[in-house]
């Protein structure tokens, strides 16, 4: 079973920056993409970044510019390096892997998630 812990997430002032850091128990090559959701109290949970195997990124419009995915198959994380925060921002940060076989059929693996909390 494929495991991913989140680590990084924590309190910090508007305009401050962190860096989540999944760790994953397999070869992160093994997965057609990664990604970071987040959910906020009372909102849905939304994609914020992706990378997928073959290194094309997306980011939501509400972070782009400030945040950067990345991963390190070496060590076999994923990473979501995050700047200029905002109380939007304030959200549980959850990894998220993917893997789409030849067939159409679709696996997801999650964190168990980790808080960012940004205060003014």
């Known amino acids: 079973q494929v495991q991913l812990v989140e680590s990084g997430g924590g309190l910090v002032q508007t305009g401050g920056s962190l860096r989540l850091s999944c760790s994953a128990s397999?070869?992160?090559?093994?997965?057609?993409?990664l990604g970071w959701y987040r959910q906020a109290p009372g909102k849905q949970r939304e994609l914020v970044a992706s990378?997928?195997?073959?290194?094309?990124?997306y980011y939501a419009d509400s972070v782009q510019g400030r945040f950067t995915i990345s991963r390190d198959g070496a060590k076999n994380t994923v990473n979501l390096r995050m700047t200029s925060l905002n109380s939007d921002d304030t959200a549980i940060y959850s990894c998220?892997?993917?893997?789409?076989?030849?067939?159409?059929?679709?696996?997801?693996?999650w964190g168990q998630g980790t808080q960012v909390t940004v205060s003014s």
């Open positions: 998220n892997a993917q893997i789409w076989t030849a067939t159409g059929r679709r696996f997801d693996y």
């Open positions: 397999e070869n992160i090559l093994i997965f057609t993409t």
């Open positions: 990378i997928s195997k073959g290194g094309n990124t």
